[in-house]
């Protein structure tokens, strides 16, 4: 297990003796493309022993490095590399022995930007802000407006009209675009090229050009008049140089909308994080030396009493000592239907109190809480990539440069076919506005905060992009019995009376006999008696009798409870209509408990892990998603087979496998795998977590034990299997609009390059279609927030 070692204040570094690799994020500033992260990505990774992943929508670098180098050293990299860099939250050490972590950390909870803050956006980070943004670009539409206006509509254009559009095109692109322009100069000086180098380039250029023309080239003159052209015109070298003033403020104005509403898409997509992050309650109610006091959640130690009223939330996990009441965790899990609590019962942090006052024992605070692990696991797979998306990195990489060749390229051609310096610079600027490759960097990151945040809502978190491809593959998936396709509680399912009993005398005579014993079928026995005949009797001379049942004394009256063998070894006879009773109950797969007193058969009891009232459909879903259900269980195989049956699995074509010792279970995953199946596991328990490691695809229980929820690639906080259907449907629409996404960003540049080669595209127009790509990749992931879980 992970445990946090202390960091060093000055440099960052976790120190400690053993420790090997430590896992630090940074919020990056400047970011403005995908070529940006690629290349703070690829410097990271040069560093020795040091692994990145730099995002570019949540603008956050996760960096795995040897506790050897420090966070002030990567700061330093990310800095050299001419952007900024900030520390969020404090290194997780990992043990030099091992590469992955296996069970919860102490880290504190995610504390710094979230992706949807702005924190280090655009270029130097004050302009990439929505408002600040918003600001620029209003004045940048007032001002490009009537440039436009203008120069398309020539009959509009009096004498010296083209000095009016100078006049407004000059502020827009020099202030509108500044941050383009600052952070082109700033790539410039570390010997990079960036989409803002392309639009730097072709903005400066278009309003140089135009000034030249206007000055030098006769342009200038009174009555000059400029046709608007949706293509380019060879010019052969005759006439008036052409201006291109609306160009060079509609690119820009064009542009800025479009960061703008990137901006606003990403804040939108990261809501779900952050709403997460907000659950929590800010104020409890202790209960310190017998006095109430209120005081800060934050303030909350393990073992401290709070109380929980009415409509107030639970301040953090815990485990009720006092009270009755349903508990709304509608926010947590996705589950509409509030869960009765009471003494002994356990809450999570977050959830709402619906009715009766609570007293509370805090199990868990601050980081190890629930809250506090699915926003980290959500943030961390927000923080990821898919491997679809890393081949879109490598291309955005080296993407710049090559369209600057090939902006060169098409000025060259232009000019030797002889078409004039206008026509010629007019297709190379097409090209630098159109190839910009922003969608490509938007498409991965932006579907994968919507669709993990969407999940965090309805109680699914994924761990990680690389999940998504797992979960398109998987044709089998393998459910653990105990806990996940049943209750995982022994539960009294039917009292059978002898002839002349009835139900109540037999369980006040059980009731207090299996009240004595802690076995889990005397305990449901137990319960169940207490709830429908009230407080039970004392006991005396209680003897325990290994594997066979209790023998006690209860009012006056010797009791047995336990197989029918101990009754017979006891000499009681149980009478033809019992004796088919508990054969019944065997051949269903539940146990029979026969009830004796005072050497008469009384009852029998039948005891069983009840299934899940949702568990049968929740199979027939994931059978129509593709996946073949296997049951893998220790019991024996009659109870397997029974509950097989139940939910829908058929014994006879392979779907159980019985009788399996906790150790056994990845050797079953593993025979299926080398039958070249891809295995998905849902499990609960301590001994699912290494099946559910071996898995292709580990669903964790988010009822069952931490070290199963460490284990599992998706963590399901429901305890019903029917979010487990839910998981790998949204996880492949996640899948599906990252592939999407991608296949238009690379079809886009792929057949918009040569157009604005040939002369098809007039830039301005270019500059609008490459803000609209980017919108549309956006908007096309935007659409998983419509997700819903299957009613």
Known sequence: MTTETAADPDTGTAGGPGAGTTGTELAIGGMTCASCAARVERKLNRLDGVNATVNYATEKARVEHPTGVSVADLISVVEATGYTAEHLRPPEPKPAATGSTTGPTTAAAPTGPGPDTGAGAGAGGADGGPDPLLHRLLVSVALTVPVIVLSMVPA????????????????????????????????????????????????????????????????????????????????????????????????????????????????????????????????????????????????????????????????????????????DASMLTGESVPVDVGPGATVTGATVNTSGRLLVEATRVGADTQLSRMARLVEEAQNGKAAVQRLADRISAVFVPIVILIALGTLAWWLVDGSGATAAFTAAVAVLIIACPCALGLATPTALLVGTGRGAQLGILIKGPEVLENTRRADTIVLDKTGTVTTGTMTLLAVRPAPGVDRAEVLRAAGPAEDASEHPIARAVAFAAAEEVGPLAPVTDFRNLPGLGVRAGVGGHTVLVGRPRLLADHGVDLPGE???????????????????????????????????????????????????????????????????????????????????????????????????????????????????????????????????????????????????????????????????????????????????????LNPMIAGAAMALSSLSVVANSLRLRAFRAAA
């Open 156 to 327: 509009w254009q009096f004498d010296y009209w083209q000095w009016l559009c100078l006049t407004l095109t000059a502020p827009v692109v020099v202030w509108g675009g500044w941050q383009f322009h600052r952070a082109a100069w700033t790539n410039a000086r570390h010997g990079a090229a960036t989409m803002d180098t392309l639009i730097s380039l072709g903005t400066v250029a278009a309003l140089l050009w135009s000034i030249w023309a206007l000055f030098l080239g006769g342009a200038g003159e009174p009555g000059m008049t400029h046709p608007f052209e949706f293509v380019v015109r060879a010019d052969h070298g005759h006439g008036t140089p052409g201006i291109y003033l609306e160009v060079a403020a509609g690119v820009t104005m064009f542009l800025l909308a479009g960061r703008w509403f990137e901006a606003r898409a990403k804040r939108r997509a990261g809501a779900a994080l952050r709403a997460l992050l907000e659950l929590g309650a800010r104020e409890v109610t202790v209960v310190r030396d017998g006095v109430e006091r209120r005081v800060p959640a934050a303030e909350l130690v393990v073992g401290d009493r709070f109380v929980v009223r009415p409509g107030e939330k639970v301040a953090t996990d815990g485990r009720v000592l006092e009270g009755d009441s349903a508990v």
């Open 578 to 760: 019992l004796s088919r009773a508990a054969a019944d109950a065997e051949t269903g797969g539940r146990t029979a408990i026969a009830v004796a007193r005072d050497g008469v058969a009384l009852g029998v009891l039948e005891i069983a892990d009840a299934i899940k009232p949702t568990s049968a459909e929740a199979i027939a879903r994931l059978r129509d998603l593709g996946l073949r259900p296997i049951l893998l269980t220790g019991d024996n195989r009659t109870v397997a087979e029974a509950v097989a049956r139940k939910v829908g699995i058929d014994p006879a074509d392979g779907g159980v496998i019985a009788e399996v010792l906790p150790e056994e279970k990845v050797e079953v995953i593993r025979r299926l795998r080398d039958e070249g199946r891809t295995v998905a596991m849902v499990g609960d328990g301590v001994n699912d977590a290494a099946a559910l490691a071996t898995a292709d695809l580990g669903l964790a229980m988010g009822t069952g034990t931490d070290a199963a929820m460490e284990a599992g690639d998706i963590t399901l906080v429901r305890g019903d299997l029917r979010a487990a259907a839910d998981a790998v449907r949204l996880s492949r629409s996640t899948l599906f609009t990252i592939r999407t996404n991608l296949f238009w960003a690379f079809a886009y540049n792929t057949a918009a390059i040569p157009l604005a080669a040939a002369g098809l």
